[in-house]
C-alpha cells in the first residue's frame, strides 16, 4: 500500500543517513522508515477522498436545476 506523509519530518535511516519527509511524499508501507512512524502517514486513498469532497462542480449536469442569486446593486456612492 502506498502511503503519503501528513506533516514534515525528519530521521536518520538504519544506514545513518539522514531523511527529510515533507507533506505530501509517497512511500510503500514496507519502506523501514515508516516502522515506528506509521501516525506520521495516510494512505493515499485518505488523502485522496478528502481532496475530491472539497472540489465543487462548476456547471450544472444535464437536467440539473441551479440556484441562481442576484447581485446587490449598489445605490449612488457616497462622498
Not at 450544472?60 to 441562481?68: C, I, S
Amino acid at each position: 500500500m502506498i502511503l503519503r506523509a501528513r506533516e514534515a519530518f525528519s530521521y536518520t535511516d538504519h544506514h545513518g543517513v539522514p531523511r527529510i519527509v515533507r507533506p505530501g511524499d509517497l512511500v510503500e508501507d514496507s519502506d523501514p522508515g515508516v516502522k515506528g512512524r506509521e501516525h506520521l502517514y495516510e494512505p493515499v486513498e485518505v488523502a485522496a477522498a478528502r481532496s475530491s469532497a472539497v472540489v465543487e462542480q462548476a456547471t450544472a449536469a444535464p437536467g440539473e436545476k441551479r440556484a441562481v442569486s442576484t447581485r446587490k446593486t449598489g445605490g449612488t456612492p457616497k462622498s
